[in-house]
Structure formats: structure tokens, C-alpha cells
């Protein structure tokens, strides 16, 4: 299956494929860090509360099996901190199971350190630890404690860690809070966080001046408490932030120092549930791409070109995820990006190549729709298909026939059907049927067909009259050699009488039976078979007693 690109270029659907044998809780954020080049480390706290870490081979582009970080424990779901402050060194952060901030480092040449802790601020469990490298030499750390506040220590190469946590004054955000970290130049740091009644606020540290005077507000939008804040800065003088508002939309601002901060804006119309997080990736100064999870647990794409406008939200196929998921997104090539998420619902670790401003279009229409049968409450039909990207196919009908209620249903057909058979029909309705080509992005559109399902017809002769009349039927059209049920009514429904005749081989029947009525009283008489009387119901005759 194929899907179009810009520039009318084509690529195969994306591949999900396990990241070696491991599981976490879906949904959790699984962390990617790249210490050279050439590699890529893989970090996600499992099932049974371990860290575990994996690695892909740079030459063949297998994953390692998953093993555990030297001991290390955290809640369910915890997300996992990596810096790569210079080649072949890593350094981890995470809060452990009390509550309290522990770390670890990797080196090539050395592998794993033991975890240590950095005392002296208690965070909830599952908090997300912030860790910026604003330089090779230096680790700018941040996380919401317990009691709300927003708190930050450093490392430095000269000194080693500070004495201690600190708080950055101003602002109360719910515990659990992520943190959002940006350094658009090595002496300047921006941070945001979603305050504890919603609102987004921000403030910053430079090395000229030290901390900005308190937390500001980015009016316009209201968020969920914990709600996670993205950003990303594409130059040192642009700013763009991410967030799902309280209301689900993806929201999206910026800051440029020529022009300041930008009024709030929905991306595309994406919605996505509170707190969903949003994962962009810059491959230029000019290009940006978001990932999502939306509403329905797919994830979904979109990007913003070089004319500045978002394009459509497109969905990434063939993988599901819980309801506000981490997609981790890490640009492999120029132009190309590998997704990680966990599937729901077993929390198994899936990745896929995909290159950036990827879209998937809904398919090509299906043309030339035509019946190739019909028969006792039965249509076939045919088309062409068109398209090299659909999942499948949906066949809807609408039978009508005057005095009854419509009848309706549909089929869903695999990709490359070209020829449907439709049972279960009602005799004598006209059908109208409808096929579209379906993928992930929508419908095709598609033609429609007529067609006329045999009836069932009864005619009626009279003899006698009066107490004494009987009433002969016939009938033709019926099933073969079936239990068919007759009955006559009178207007006002009071003397309703009914008989069941066996159809002759050919379907017909012939039925004689007496009825005492009154002269010119009005009567009807109907037909169907036992075994279906919804769609076997012959035409309603209506006559007069004689």
C-alpha cells in the first residue's frame, strides 16, 4: 500500500515493528538518546517497575534485548530522563519509588554507575525530572515537588552537584507537573509549566541577570493541571510551544524577539484529549512536525511548511495506543524520523520509520459500480478499483419500497475486492448500493447502483357472498416448497384470520378459505414466508366483502 507525498512522491505505510521483547505501562513515555551519531539508546521503566534500557546495532539496525539499569526502580509508568551532554556519555534522572530524585551515568569506555540520590526535595511518584545541558560541562535540573513548588539544582564539572534543591519562586503547579526546559542559547534558559488552576506561565534564567522577577502568564488558553508543555526552539530567536488545551485542542504559540509572543491558535483544528502531550520535531529552521495521540488512541501527524501554514492532521496507520500517550520521535536522516510509542493494550514497545511531512490521503474512488445479479432477496455487484492505498472497502445499501420502512445495512470488505454479494434482503424494495475505498485518512467517494429485488405478489377471487364468502389466493414468487402465512383483516382489525399454505416446487400457491364477512365491509389480505416474514412480505391486496 502506498501513500502520496508532497511533490507526488510515494512511500510504503509505515511498519510498526517490537523493539526487542519488553513491556511498560501504554502509554508511558519511552525516552531516546542518541550519545554518538552512529547510536541510539532506549530507556522506559517496565512492567515490573525496572529501568530497562535497549540499544539499536548501528550497522544492522537490530535492537538489543532489553536489560535492567543497574538496579534501578521507579512507579509504574515513570518516565525516564537522558542528557547527552557529550559523546559517549549519558546521564539518567528519574523519581524513584519514595518520592526521591535519583541519577545514574553511562560512559563507553566505564558502562553504568550506581544510582545515587540528590536529596533534598520530595516529588510525587511518577514526577518527570527536567534536564537541560546548556553546556558539555554543566546540567541544569527541574521538577514540582510534593508541595507544588517548583524546584531546581545544577551540576557543574568544576564544583560538582549544588548544595541542595532550590525553589524558583512564583508559581504553584499541581504535583506531578512536567517542567519544560529550553535553552535557546548556552547563558539563557526558558521554562514553562501549566500552574495548578491552568493557566500557562513561563519565566527564564540568563547568566547577565539571574532569574527573571517571578512567573508570567501566556493569556488566552486554559489547560488541565498537569497538563505536559512542549517547546522548541528552531533558532536561538524563536520560541514555539505546544499544549492541549482544557478543551482538548492542540493548541500552539510562539515567541520571536522581533515580535514577541504570538496569540494562541489551534493546530488544524487536531483535538486530543486534556493532557495529551504534543511531540514536535524541527528538521530545519523553517519545517516543523507534530505528533500526537488523538481521542480514538491513533497517532497522528501534521507539519508546518515554510509558507507558515499547518497542514492537515494525518493519522499514522496500523498502530494503537492509550489515550494521552508519549510519542517519542527522533529525526534518524534529513528526511526521515523514528516513532516509538507503546500499543494498548499490553504496553509492548513498537516503532517505525517515517519521513517527515509524511500525509496519508484517503484513496482513490472505486468506478464503474454495476449489478451482476439479481435474485430472491439478493443483489451482486461489481467495480473497478483505483486506489493503491486503501485498507479496505465499505459496501452501504438502502432498500425502500412505499409504506414500509426503509431497510439499510453495509459490509466491510478487504483491500483489492472488487465484486460483493448482498443477502439478507427484503423482497420486492428497490436498493440503492454505495461503495467508497476506506484507509485510515477517510472515504473515497464512490458511485451508487439501482437494482429491485423480486416481489411477492397474491391476487384474490371472491365466492359467494357475505356469510358465506370464500376467498381464493394465489400466489407467486415465494420460496419453494415454504410455510407461507396468510391472513385477511378487516378494517378495523377486529377479526384478524390467519393460515399457513406450503408453496408448490415453482412458488406458487393456491389457497381457498372461507371467511364470514359483512357485504362492502373493506378487508386486506398479505402474505409471507414463516421462516422471514420481515423480508418475504408479499403486496398488501385490498378488496370488499361481497
Not at 42 to 49: E, F, H, K, P
Not at 216 to 242: E, K, V, W, Y
Not at 248 to 275: C, E, L, M
Not at 480 to 503: C, M, Y
Amino acid at each position: 500500500m502506498l501513500s502520496k507525498l508532497k511533490g507526488d512522491k510515494t512511500m510504503a505505510v509505515p511498519n510498526w515493528s517490537h523493539v526487542s521483547i519488553e513491556r511498560a505501562k501504554p502509554g508511558s513515555l519511552v525516552t531516546a538518546a542518541a550519545p554518538a551519531p552512529d547510536q541510539l539508546h532506549l530507556y522506559v521503566t517496565a512492567v515490573n517497575g525496572s529501568i530497562h534500557s535497549t540499544s539499536r546495532d548501528p550497522a544492522s539496525g537490530v535492537w538489543a534485548s532489553w536489560l535492567p539499569v543497574t538496579g534501578g526502580e521507579a512507579a509504574l509508568g515513570s518516565p525516564i530522563t537522558a542528557v547527552a551532554r557529550i559523546p559517549y556519555h549519558l546521564d539518567l534522572f528519574v523519581t524513584g519509588t519514595d518520592g526521591q530524585i535519583y541519577s545514574t551515568y553511562w560512559h563507553v569506555w566505564a558502562g553504568w554507575a550506581g544510582w545515587f540520590q540528590l536529596p533534598g526535595v520530595a516529588a510525587a511518584s511518577g514526577s518527570p525530572v527536567t534536564a537541560v545541558a546548556r553546556y558539555p560541562n554543566h546540567l541544569d535540573l527541574f521538577v514540582t515537588g510534593s508541595d507544588g513548588r517548583i524546584h531546581s539544582t545544577y551540576w557543574d564539572d568544576a564544583s560538582g552537584w549544588a548544595g541542595g534543591w532550590f525553589e524558583v519562586p512564583g508559581v504553584a503547579a499541581a504535583p506531578g507537573s512536567l517542567v519544560t526546559a529550553v535553552a535557546r542559547y548556552p547563558t539563557h534558559l526558558d521554562l514553562f509549566v501549566t500552574s495548578a488552576n491552568g493557566e500557562i506561565r513561563s519565566t527564564y534564567w540568563d547568566d547577565a541577570t539571574g532569574w527573571a522577577g517571578g512567573w508570567f502568564q501566556l493569556p488566552g488558553l486554559s489547560a488541565a493541571p498537569r497538563s505536559p508543555i512542549t517547546a522548541l526552539a528552531r533558532n536561538p530567536d524563536h520560541l514555539d510551544l505546544f499544549v492541549t488545551s482544557a478543551a482538548g485542542s492542540i493548541s500552539w504559540t510562539f515567541w520571536d524577539a522581533a515580535s514577541g509572543w504570538a496569540s494562541w491558535s489551534q493546530v488544524s483544528g487536531g483535538a486530543a484529549a486534556p493532557r495529551s502531550p504534543v511531540t514536535p520535531v524541527a528538521r530545519t529552521s523553517d519545517h516543523l512536525d507534530l505528533y500526537i495521540t488523538g481521542t480514538d488512541r491513533r497517532i497522528y501527524t501534521t507539519h508546518l511548511r515554510a509558507d507558515a501554514t499547518w497542514q492537515r492532521w494525518s493519522p499514522v496507520p496500523a498502530f494503537d495506543t492509550a489515550r494521552r500517550a508519549w510519542v517519542t520521535a527522533v529525526p534518524r536522516t534529513a528526511d526521515q524520523v523514528d516513532l516509538f510509542a507503546t500499543d494498548q493494550p499490553a504496553g509492548a514497545i513498537y516503532s517505525t520509520a517515517l519521513p517527515f511531512e509524511w500525509e496519508l490521503f484517503p484513496p482513490r474512488p472505486p468506478t464503474d459500480l454495476h449489478v451482476t445479479e439479481v435474485a430472491d432477496r439478493k443483489i451482486g455487484v461489481a467495480w473497478k478499483q483505483h486506489s493503491d492505498n486503501e485498507t479496505g472497502f465499505h459496501l452501504r445499501y438502502r432498500g425502500k419500497r412505499p409504506t414500509f420502512l426503509d431497510h439499510t445495512g453495509s459490509q466491510s470488505l478487504p483491500a483489492n475486492t472488487e465484486a460483493a454479494s448482498i443477502t439478507g434482503l427484503r423482497s420486492g424494495y428497490e436498493y440503492t448500493v454505495h461503495v467508497v475505498a476506506v484507509n485510515e485518512a477517510g472515504e473515497s467517494g464512490g458511485p451508487n447502483v439501482t437494482a429491485t429485488t423480486p416481489a411477492r405478489t397474491i391476487s384474490v377471487a371472491k365466492e359467494g357472498a357475505g356469510s358465506s364468502t370464500v376467498f381464493v389466493v394465489n400466489g407467486r414468487g415465494f420460496s419453494p416448497n415454504s410455510k407461507v402465512e396468510l391472513r385477511i383483516v378487516d378494517g378495523l382489525f377486529q377479526h384478524p384470520v390467519t393460515w399457513v399454505e406450503t408453496a408448490e416446487g415453482d412458488g406458487t400457491l393456491t389457497s381457498r378459505r372461507s371467511y364470514p364477512c359483512v357485504t362492502g365491509e373493506s378487508l386486506t389480505v398479505s402474505a409471507f414466508e414463516s421462516a422471514d416474514p420481515e423480508g418475504t412480505v408479499s403486496n398488501f391486496l385490498e378488496t370488499s366483502c361481497p
